[in-house]
């Protein structure tokens, strides 16, 4: 019994990583709710990967001062757990539906987004701007 659940959890997760791997090449217009679903995925990969390198750079910045990146951090969980949990609550219409993966990925790609923007204009700010958490460039 203790070797089955993992077992079975390991089957139910590969199929689901596989797919979320490929997304299809027509993105532009995909013809399937899997596809739709990949789609959106995949777009949200990128922009979570941009999200991250933003993030990078704004810990980079803020290199010796530990009570600024302490607070960069404990922002980022937060905002993570928000994103998540508003993101479920989006896509709670379309709960045990096909659509709601893909009501998911957009979400949280959509948010996801708006948050890089948030972070480009940290690493924009003007110099002297005491309502800019992050110190300009050197």
């Not at 709710?33 to 990078?56: E, I, P």
């Not at 009501?103 to 790609?109: I, Q």
Request: net charge neutral.
């Amino acid at each position: 019994m203790k070797l089955t659940m993992p077992i079975a959890a390991i089957a139910l997760a590969v199929p689901a990583f596989a797919l979320a791997q490929s997304a299809p090449r027509d993105c532009a217009n995909p013809q399937t709710q899997s596809a739709m679903d990949q789609c959106a995925g995949a777009s949200f990969q990128k922009s979570d990967k941009k999200m991250n390198a933003l993030y990078r750079q704004i810990e980079a910045r803020l290199t010796g001062d530990p009570h600024s990146t302490k607070r960069l951090i404990e922002a980022q969980r937060d905002w993570l757990r928000f994103r998540d949990a508003e993101c479920n609550f989006q896509a709670s219409g379309g709960d045990g539906g096909s659509v709601s993966p893909m009501v998911f990925s957009m979400c949280r790609d959509n948010l996801t987004q708006a948050r890089s923007k948030d972070f480009e204009s940290y690493l924009h700010c003007q110099e002297g701007d005491l309502s800019c958490p992050v110190p300009a460039a050197r």
